[in-house]
């Protein structure tokens, strides 16, 4: 399981090209296949389209199986909201004679706030929106307990076209427990050709583009923004000097 990170290609480890590069098959959602394509330009791949990530791990199992070395790539990192745990759900549960590895790659959230600075500085969560394998129950539970804890949340799957509503109600339970001027970064298409970098406030991010290809990080209470960028502070005694 390879994370191939954000989409720059120089974003992604040298060890998972190597991985990719000594593969036999590399199986993945063709818009990841399309992101490496110029490191696999004579390999057999085989890709499926989004919900089809069972149909994906299985064929790779069953390749590797039969002998192959496969690579069965995710963007970002494969154990963030990857492929990783399905694929050794997968093994867990046909037992093949396999050997199995898993190579870290950058995930969006931290290649996003990289981009904005230092956002995730201190404590923080990663919370996905998308509740077609979580209940909404329980999404909204985390987003309340979160929020009152003052931790800084990055929100991965924040909106699509049929599932707007997530993230308005998510606004709602943030402005229960932070500032209206809350800093709030919206990156999309981190490291892509077509990135776009937004700082705003919690009160104002509606009004900005936000889709499934966007990450949204929204700091704490001691975030601040300075030429641009986001931070959030670690705790040290800068005008002290300490």
């Known amino acids: 399981m390879v994370g191939i990170g954000p989409g720059r290609r120089d974003d992604m480890s040298m060890r998972a090209v190597s ?79 396999v050997d199995v590895e898993v190579i870290p790659g950058i995930p969006s959230s931290n290649a996003s706030a990289a981009l904005l600075g230092a956002p995730i500085m201190h404590d923080h969560v990663v919370i996905s929106l998308s509740d077609l394998l979580t209940s909404w129950e329980t999404i909204e539970k985390r987003l309340e307990l979160a929020a009152e804890g003052d931790f800084v949340i990055a929100i991965y799957n924040p909106k699509s076209k049929s599932r707007d509503w997530q993230i308005k109600k998510a606004v709602e339970i ?12 919206i990156v999309r298409n981190a490291t892509r050709d077509d990135e776009n970098i937004i700082v705003t406030t919690l009160d104002k991010m509606l009004e900005h583009d936000i889709d499934m290809k966007t990450m949204v990080i929204i700091g704490n209470s001691t975030t601040f923004v300075f030429d641009g960028f986001m931070i959030t502070r670690r705790g040290y005694d800068v005008a002290g000097g300490g």
Request: a negative charge.
């Open 19 to 97: 991985a990719i590069k000594s593969s036999d098959l590399v199986v993945g959602y063709k818009l990841y296949l399309d992101l490496i394509e110029d490191i696999i330009p004579e390999k057999a791949t085989f890709s499926s389209g989004m919900r089809k990530e069972i149909d994906r791990a299985r064929k790779a199992v069953e390749e590797a199986a039969a002998g192959k070395t496969v690579s069965i790539i995710s963007s970002g990192d494969a154990g963030v909201y990857g492929m990783a745990g399905l694929v050794l759900e997968v093994v867990s549960e046909s037992k093949p004679d």
């Open 174 to 185: 943030f402005l229960k427990h932070k500032a209206p001027s809350t800093c709030v970064g």
